[in-house]
């Protein structure tokens, strides 16, 4: 992988973090009295704990009762201070250097290896990119165990047969239209390793992206290999499954994501674990799962944040699949109607290339695109620039209704999200914990906090003491209510928040649905209305202009061809991210947002990690690790410590208790600057001298 090259020295660490990293002494001692195994005592357990200065192997000694169960990769319960722990072992060896009389394992949980080798190189390599814990990685890696599954796992191991594979998709797929397509799915199916960036031109019918992707993963199937996909949603995990049963049969493909439940996540993990099915598709946890002879990792929009894991250390499911690319040498896929700047940067470099379609294709295939802010529109309509529906939305929407579904695409769920005073202006702020104030629906009169629901019945502003209010924004289900008067007797239906939908039919009907919560429309919609896009481009976000171009192509994709009368209409001024929509160019947009944040130094160029803490915790970790680094000859560019604001009603309280630091540092540079991060965590962590800090590394909420 591009990532944390080329290679740097090992860095000199300061004596106070040296205790934290893996000890030993040179000393044998085994328990007397107590029948250990004949070959191999010594078990190396990797303790299920958050606590940084554990986070390396304990030695514990084989009883013989327990020498057949106790093989590597097990859940074990160990003796641990005092307490009775969950672990995993990790291997068997003939000696310790602990030092010290060793404990025997208290019992082997289950005899299922869960914890395979080559998830256990990958959790390793994420935990060390990532500067976190390895046992927090393996808590997102293995799913919770569910006992009466473990009873059948032998018999399924040894009963796994696998059908002859499937035969590789014939000439005539939907990679035919893009160049490199054909020639990439040819090297698939020759038991090849290419690395493509792709980007569909569709999001529906038979040329849609789960038809490319399950044609990629049924070419690897073909060569007898396995795969890896992840997706952000169920919603997508759903269009996929469909494809790929089209093309593989149903007993070598495992589904993985939380949203099924305990039960059936376990029991195709355990599948592909056995080696009964060969192809994992899932959300963001499955980029873990043990595939035997792997062949082809794949991840469709990338750019969604859904692909972050909301636990530590926040691993983003892109960066995992890269990292085990690399580790077993196997074929990647990154896809998206849009190019992240991640995924931009990979190109640059050359680690992989592009499939693209041409010009002529892309114009056949795509709807047509027009901006309310250009000086055409401006001239026909002089107020497009304020209206929330300029004439042409307005037009484009009457006539698609003619055909079919229309798209209205708005940036803000509820029906009020935000109020402010009709006097000056200000953001309506609750008088309890100083939260936004909203209305939640059409039948609701009074605003309320969206922190802590408290009405607020005798709002007075504190700026200008003004008692009315305004809508700030407007949200899903009141632009639904103000197109429903706009269009009678036309069927609006809205898609967001808990309410989102997957599909909807192809009868004349208004989808009014937030960004990311857009249905799939039968045949395609004949227009969408791309409204709000200002709001979403003055996001306070460096990605803000990324995101929005990502999720403009997400919405656009699901319009017909212009040549069948699709239509996008989208109402922001006229900016670089509202050009690469006209031209339908994700990749240059891509490719001019790495080229600014390169000479700005910004990610994705180099690497940051974020420091999040009390002020003395940040400032005694930032400073340990600027010394540390000093003395290898190794600086880094910092910002802060500048005050967080939590986002809810306690940040009313402690509006300025934490703060955060922002590290920056070069993929060269990488390696060592994390090694240190870890070393003065799990430090930190051991002494108690100071409270602890949260580390973040490549988050992209960050700036």
């Known amino acids: 992988m591009v990532a944390d090259t080329p290679a740097q020295p090992a860095l000199e660490l300061p004596g106070a973090l040296q205790p934290t990293l893996l000890q030993g002494f040179p000393a044998k001692r ?11 005592p010594v078990a190396r357990v990797l303790v299920e704990s958050t606590l940084p200065h554990l986070d390396r192997p304990f030695d514990y000694a084989v009883p013989e ?8 990769g097990v859940r074990v319960k160990v003796s641990f201070n005092g ?33 395979t080798p080559a998830i256990r190189d990958l959790v390793n390599a994420v935990a060390a990119r990532y500067a976190g814990t390895v046992s927090d990685v393996i808590r997102v890696a293995i799913p919770p165990r569910v006992a009466k599954l473990d009873k059948d796992y032998p018999q399924t191991e040894s009963g796994a047969e696998q059908d002859p594979p499937a035969a590789a998709p014939d000439a005539g797929s939907a990679w035919d239209t893009y160049h490199n397509g054909p020639a990439y799915l040819r090297h698939l199916g020759q038991g090849g390793s290419p690395r493509a960036v792709l ?30 996909v992840v997706v952000p949603d169920y919603r997508d995990l759903d269009r996929l499954e469909a494809a790929v049963l089209a093309l593989i049969p149903a007993k070598a493909v495992a589904r993985l994501t939380a949203d099924d439940g305990p039960t059936p996540r376990y029991r195709n993990f355990l599948r592909l674990l056995a080696g009964t099915a060969t192809v994992a598709i899932g959300t963001r946890s499955a980029a873990f799962a043990p595939v035997r002879n792997l062949g082809l990792v794949a991840c469709w929009d990338d750019g969604d944040d859904l692909h972050i894991e909301q636990r530590a250390p926040y691993a983003h499911a892109r960066e995992v699949l890269l990292l085990r690319a690399e580790q077993e040498g196997t074929a990647c896929l990154l896809a998206g109607h849009a190019r992240s700047t991640e995924v931009q940067r990979l190109v640059a470099a050359g680690w992989a290339f592009p499939v693209e379609s041409g010009r002529t294709e892309m114009r056949r295939t795509v709807p047509r695109v027009v901006n309310t802010a250009d000086s055409f529109e401006q001239d ?50 609750c008088g309890t914990c100083q939260g936004p104030l909203a209305i939640a629906g059409a039948g609701s009169a009074m605003a309320q906090c969206r922190w802590c629901s408290t009405p607020a019945p005798d709002w007075r502003c504190t700026h200008c003491g ?9 949200g899903v289900l009141r632009t639904a209510e103000e197109l429903g008067r706009a269009f009678p007797g036309k069927t609006v239906i809205t898609s967001s928040g808990d309410q989102v939908k997957a599909t909807v039919g192809s009868g004349k009907a208004l989808v009014v649905a937030t960004v990311g919560a857009e249905p799939v429309a039968e045949g395609g919609y004949a227009a969408a209305l791309l409204l709000d896009g200002d709001s979403l481009l003055r996001r306070e976000s460096l990605r803000a202009g ?53 000479e700005l130094q910004l990610p994705p160029s180099v690497r940051v990690a974020s420091v999040t803490g009390p002020r003395a915790a940040v400032d005694h970790f930032t400073s340990t690790v600027a010394a540390a680094l000093d003395t290898a000859g190794t600086t880094l560019r910092t910002a802060g410590p500048a005050p967080v604001l939590l986002n809810g009603p306690a940040s009313a309280r402690r509006p300025a208790e934490d703060v955060r630091t922002l590290l920056f540092f070069s993929y060269a540079q990488a390696a060592g600057v994390v090694r240190v991060l870890r070393a003065t965590r799990a430090a930190a962590a051991a002494k108690r001298t100071v409270e602890p800090v949260q580390l973040r590394l490549d988050g992209v909420d960050v700036l």
């Open 546 to 598: 990324e995101d929005t171009v990502r999720r403009w192509f997400n919405a656009a994709a699901l319009v017909r061809p212009a040549a069948d009368g699709g239509l996008v209409v989208v109402t922001a001024a006229d900016t670089t991210a509202v050009g690469a929509l006209l031209r339908w160019d994700p990749a240059g947009h891509a490719y001019r947002e790495l080229a600014l944040r390169t």
């Open 83 to 115: 307490q009775d722990l969950s672990g995993f072992l990790l291997e068997r060896t003939a000696e310790s250097d602990a030092g010290h009389t060793l404990v025997p394992l208290a019992k082997v949980v289950s005899p299922v290896p869960v914890l």
């Open 466 to 474: 003004g008692r009315h209010l305004r809508k700030g924004a407007t």
């Open 199 to 228: 980007h569909p031109l569709q999001g529906y019918g038979a040329a849609g992206w789960p038809q490319l992707m399950a044609e990629a993963i049924a070419a690897t199937h073909a060569a007898g290999r396995g795969a890896v």
């Open 30 to 40: 085994l328990p007397t009295g107590v029948p250990l195994a004949r070959e191999l």
């Open 65 to 72: 009762s327990l020498d057949q169960a106790a093989q590597p």
């Open 380 to 429: 026909r309509d002089p107020l497009a620039s304020i209206a929330r529906l300029p004439g042409a939305a307005w037009r484009a929407a009457k006539d698609g209704l003619e055909r079919g579904p229309v798209l209205v695409q708005v940036a803000r769920a509820g029906y009020a999200p935000s109020l402010a005073c009709e006097t000056c202006r200000e953001p309506a702020r």
